[in-house]
């Protein structure tokens, strides 16, 4: 059974979504590992900061399958797939690692290059697995992550995944 790691994003209504793709994660894949949250600029466009981390977990789902059940929680939170590539999101879960798979092609690419490019990447993963060596080239997240040269542009924002959408925090 390989081991998930995907890239969690929103920057409309940010913590109302970042919670909701939590519990529907949660439902679907029963432990689950998070990386703290961070807050992070747009890139590409101009439009209000993201909030961002990583999530783990282990799936016996084929590639293909776990992509479709992702892509329908970011539905189910009124991601819209017709605006351009570089735009507001109310939720964007991408997949960067499915166990040591390397796929690059039309429909996947895996791992994601992204992990390479973006600091709100790279940063939540390597602090969720550090030793963790990358399929491609072997190296360890967390030493890539201490020669990337955006970490900076990182902010940890407190974040209670078990708030009501109202900020209230559950009981019981």
Request: charged share 30%; proline share 8%.
């Given at each position: ?15 109302r ?7 529907a994660?949660?439902g679907?894949?029963a ?7 961070y ?41 819209k797939r017709?605006?351009?590539r ?11 690692l499915?166990g040591?798979l390397?796929?690059?092609d039309?429909?996947f ?7 390479a490019?973006?600091?709100?990447v ?8 550090p ?20 970490s ?16 209230r925090?559950r009981?019981?």
């Amino acid at each position: 059974m390989p081991r998930v790691y995907v890239s969690i994003g929103s920057n409309i209504a940010r913590e109302r979504n970042i919670r909701a793709a939590v519990a529907a994660l949660r439902g679907q894949f029963a432990a689950l590992a998070l990386s703290p949250v961070y807050r992070t600029p747009a890139e590409g466009f101009v439009g209000d900061d993201f909030y961002n981390l990583v999530a783990a977990f282990d799936t016996d789902l084929p590639l293909e399958a776990l992509a479709e059940r992702l892509a329908a929680i970011e539905t189910a939170q009124g991601r819209k797939r017709d605006g351009p590539r570089f735009g507001p999101r109310t939720l964007d879960i991408d997949i960067l690692l499915y166990g040591d798979l390397v796929r690059h092609d039309r429909r996947f690419d895996i791992p994601r290059d992204d992990i390479a490019l973006y600091a709100h990447v790279l940063g939540p993963l390597a602090e969720l697995a550090p030793e963790l060596p990358h399929p491609e080239t072997g190296e360890r997240f967390g030493d890539l992550w201490r020669r990337f040269p955006g970490s900076k542009v990182l902010r940890r924002v407190p974040f209670d995944f078990d708030a009501h959408a109202d900020g209230r925090v559950r009981r019981g």
